[in-house]
């Protein structure tokens, strides 16, 4: 069982939360990055990233290692997340790593981990199970 993205051939769907987040793959082939845009502020005094904007990255970054793992033509779902932040944001790029912990018939749980200026220093990190119909 594979758990991370390399060697993964699928494409990021357009969407308009895709395009509005700015999330895309990077060079590295198990890591996403979002771009970052004033947009994307939810406190303007400290310019921190909202805690919405980084619950999506976690959220697309663990749907995208999930769709690597279905078959084609089949669909993937977000049934739960839980989302720890674990530091001030700041307003630069995000970056997310997901990782599969388990993979079921039906359902996949996977483990995410958000940074900003280090991956030795988390901005957060998040669970998500998904399901692959």
């Not at 051939?9 to 845009?37: C, S, Y």
């Not at 690597?68 to 674990?86: F, K, M, R, T």
């Amino acid at each position: 069982m594979k758990n991370s993205l390399e060697g993964a051939a699928f494409k990021i769907p357009d969407t308009p939360m895709r395009r509005w987040l700015q999330f895309d793959a990077t060079e590295q082939p198990d890591v996403f990055r979002m771009t970052f845009d004033d947009r994307h502020i939810g406190n303007p005094f400290i310019r921190a990233l909202h805690g919405g904007v980084v619950g999506s990255m976690v959220e697309m970054s663990a749907e995208m290692l999930v769709r690597s793992l279905a078959q084609p033509g089949q669909s993937v779902e977000l049934v739960s997340s839980a989302i720890d932040y674990i530091r001030v944001t700041k307003d630069v790029d995000l970056f997310a790593r997901p990782a599969l912990v388990r993979q079921g018939r039906r359902l996949v749980f996977a483990e995410v981990w958000c940074w900003q200026d280090s991956e030795e220093l988390p901005v957060a990190r998040g669970n998500c199970t998904i399901r692959i119909f």
